[in-house]
């Protein structure tokens, strides 16, 4: 039998969702999308790589922190915007305190603009039970594979290759538990000279971690008021 997964308490200030266990937001009400699409489509070269390659083959995007889904329905919205021939989707994502059913809902009805994504993910929101959840969307072309699960514990139990990493999470500061020397080396061993990464912080610690682990790693103008950001490859990429 499966085991159940207890569902976040997510509170909410000033209409914005709130982790109380992490005490931090989910994303912010006023450019939560612009901030998806500028971290992690953008800094990836997303859309451009859904139509390059291998079109057979699909594109690996893996996240950690599946929240709200925001960044799945951003990646999903764009790839569907293109005109055949693309490469299949395949978003990847791990979630250790995943939101109910009720409170996904609540958190995307934020964003009127994906709804019609939005009511397809909420149709097909997995149970809140550990473990792997593949969920596929219009004709097999977007699977979204959710591991309800601790990243460091759990996500090297699957095989896979990323095309491209979206490094998420509460901020190191507030969910340094995440942030581990054994995540680094997992993102490293999957993947290969053509992945990319990034994520939202610049932390040194995170920076460090990952050229420990064989990256390369760059900065970039942060979103908004964030100073900046971080993109990485694998060095001799
Ligand atoms: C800022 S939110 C992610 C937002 C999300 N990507 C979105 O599009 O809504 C960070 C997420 O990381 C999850 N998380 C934190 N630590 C984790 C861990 N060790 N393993 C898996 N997920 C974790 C949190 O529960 C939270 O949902």
């Known amino acids: 039998m499966s085991r159940k997964v207890r569902a976040v308490d997510l509170s909410w200030e000033q209409d914005t969702p709130l982790s109380t266990q992490h005490e931090d ?22 859309p451009r790589r859904f139509i390059s390659g291998d079109l057979n083959q699909p594109f690996v995007i893996v996240e950690t922190g599946f929240g709200t889904g925001l960044n799945f329905l951003a990646a999903w ?10 490469r299949p ?19 995307l009805d934020c964003w009127p603009q994906l709804a019609g ?10 149970d809140l039970t550990a473990g792997m959840h593949s969920v596929s969307f ?9 591991l309800f699960g601790d990243v460091n514990e759990d996500l090297c139990l699957h095989e896979f290759l990323a095309d491209c990493w979206f490094l998420d999470g509460f901020s190191p500061r507030k969910n340094p538990s995440m942030w581990t020397d054994q995540l680094f080396e997992l993102v490293a061993s999957h993947s290969n000279d053509a992945t990319t990464l990034s994520t939202f912080t610049a932390a040194s610690s995170v920076r460090k971690g990952l050229e420990r682990a064989g990256f390369e790693v760059n900065k970039l103008p942060g979103f908004g008021a964030k100073r900046e950001m971080i993109t990485a490859r694998l060095k001799g990429a």
Do not use: M
């Open 89 to 107: 989707l395949h978003f990847i994502s791990v979630e250790k305190y995943p939101l109910s059913k009720t409170d996904l809902k609540k958190c």
């Open 138 to 146: 219009g004709v097999d072309a977007v699977t979204l594979s959710l």
């Open 25 to 46: 937001f989910y994303f912010s009400l006023k450019n939560g999308l612009d901030e998806s699409n500028y971290v992690f489509l953008k800094a990836n070269h997303l």
């Open 77 to 86: 919205d764009v790839w569907s915007r293109l005109q055949e021939p693309k």
């Open 117 to 126: 994504l939005a009511s397809q993910l909420i149709a097909n929101y997995p």
